[in-house]
């Protein structure tokens, strides 16, 4: 687009009596690029920033790789090359695949860890994949069924029947036997769990939930039904990048039917009014759904392509697993839709607490206004950016700065963001998806409960 704006600028001419500007600072222009910006380096506590993919499916899912993923009852390497190449390519720290009881259940133990020559298996219970420019990506092994088992650092049991039993169920006993093999233990799918039932979840030891599934975003039946959107509303968006009639970026097609999942968030809200509750956003890819090329030859559901729209970015002590699970169990990482910028200087505290704290009251809440980092792909514009803090689902003061906390309740924060800065990115799409847009989720403060 801004290349059909130079000749009109060049013919037209600047308007008469019009203002130098040549000395004001204008905003930089940073040409669009598929890798991730770098994250800061740390947070105002110390703590280390790692971006991470939470609910990832490998060939040990029995619907991954387009239906067949261990074809003569051999993994699909091919399969899981994209898969290791996406995590590389997006500057992954961490991931924690969760593969389905069939095939995963099947397997021995140390399989699971998807480890391939040039790895790190570290303390037989996670791998570090040695990415081509020396980037290192831990990853851990869970489960994805009912529930969903985090960081397992053994197998729930010894026999295949008893795994996939256990994987299979959602009462006490699966999620006792999963905490004890060393999962924190999530719920996948959120909006499609009644309260009722999550609570009950949570009273025998589910630490989190999802609050944003990609699945769920794309599948007209769970849209409908689930999260009460229309099941095709973003059909005409979207098919202009199937279609090829737009020159758009392909990895913005993510705009087309990105949209919050409130159903799911209300759920997070009341599960944390009543105990500590994690957030997280579920990637969910198992390359199997649209084989279909854009535009740079590269399919629509890519490992690569879907990792890159968004990312739970942790506070973590170190890089090992431990540490990294610990991050995640606690709620130090907010969910950040990285497709729309990465974000810099962003930071909630409540005195020494950080994201998923606790504190009594008294104190003051601090917001830090996020910023795109310097090398996000922007064409010159600012975006526009809007941070709400939300007490108990609702929305409590707006912008950043200090705020006296006087009520006990839930606070949690929520960045906005309308994306000027990509309109040169979007061809004739510019005007359909530049609209108002969540852009970062902040973990929950349990503040004087």
């Avoid at 695949?97 to 996670?126: C, K, M, N, W, Y």
């Avoid at 506070?315 to 610990?326: N, R």
């Avoid at 974000?343 to 104190?363: I, N, R």
């Amino acid at each position: 687009m801004r290349l059909l704006l130079v000749p009109l600028v060049a013919c037209t001419g600047a308007p008469p009596n019009a203002p130098d500007s040549s000395g004001i600072d204008q905003p930089p222009v940073v040409p669009w690029a598929t890798a991730r910006a770098p994250l800061a380096e740390s947070s105002p506590g110390g703590r280390a920033w790692r971006r991470g993919i939470i609910h990832l499916h490998s060939h040990y899912s029995h619907d991954a790789c387009d239906g067949d993923p261990m074809p003569g009852g051999v993994p699909d390497e091919d399969c899981l090359a994209h898969l290791r190449y996406g995590l590389c390519a997006n500057a992954m720290d961490f991931a924690m695949i969760t593969d389905h009881p069939a095939h995963a259940a099947e397997q021995e133990f140390a399989d699971t860890l998807l480890s391939r020559e040039g790895d790190e298996v570290v303390d037989g219970i996670a791998n570090r994949i040695l990415c081509p420019d020396g980037h290192r990506v831990l990853t851990l092994p869970g489960i994805e069924d009912e529930l969903m088992p985090i960081g397992l650092d053994r197998p729930v049991a010894d026999t295949y029947a008893e795994r996939d039993r256990l994987y299979n169920g959602s009462d006490a006993e699966s999620l006792a036997a999963e905490i004890g093999a060393g999962a924190t233990v999530l719920q996948a799918h959120t909006e499609g769990k009644t309260l009722e039932t999550l609570l009950e979840r949570q009273a025998n030891g589910l630490a989190g939930v999802e609050i944003f599934n990609l699945h769920a975003m794309v599948d007209p039946s769970i849209r409908e039904e689930d999260l009460g959107l229309d099941s095709f509303g973003y059909i005409d968006a979207v098919g202009a990048f199937l279609s090829g009639d737009t020159d758009a970026q392909p990895d913005l097609a993510f705009l087309g039917f990105f949209q919050e999942q409130g159903v799911s968030l209300e759920r997070w809200d009341a599960l944390s009014r009543v105990a500590p509750t994690v957030g997280t956003a579920g990637t969910d890819a198992h390359e199997n759904t649209l084989p279909s090329l854009l535009s740079d030859g590269e399919r629509v559901d890519s490992y690569r392509r879907m990792m890159s729209w968004f990312s739970n970015i942790a506070l973590v002590d170190s890089d090992s697993p431990e540490d990294t699970q610990a991050a995640v169990a606690a709620g130090r990482l907010f969910v950040a839709f990285e497709i729309l910028g990465t974000p810099s200087d962003f930071h909630v505290g409540y005195g020494a607490a950080e994201m998923g704290g606790s504190g009594a009251l008294g104190g003051t809440l601090d917001v830090t206004c996020p910023t795109l980092a310097a090398t996000s792909p922007r064409d010159g514009a600012d975006p526009e950016i809007a941070v709400t803090v939300f007490k108990d689902g609702v929305a409590w003061q707006t912008d950043c700065g200090s705020f006296a906390v006087t009520e006990p309740g839930v606070y949690r924060v929520r960045v906005d963001i309308v994306p000027h800065h990509l309109v040169g990115f979007l061809d004739n799409q510019a005007g359909a998806l530049v609209r108002t847009y969540p852009w970062l989720y902040s973990n929950s403060f349990r503040l004087g409960l």
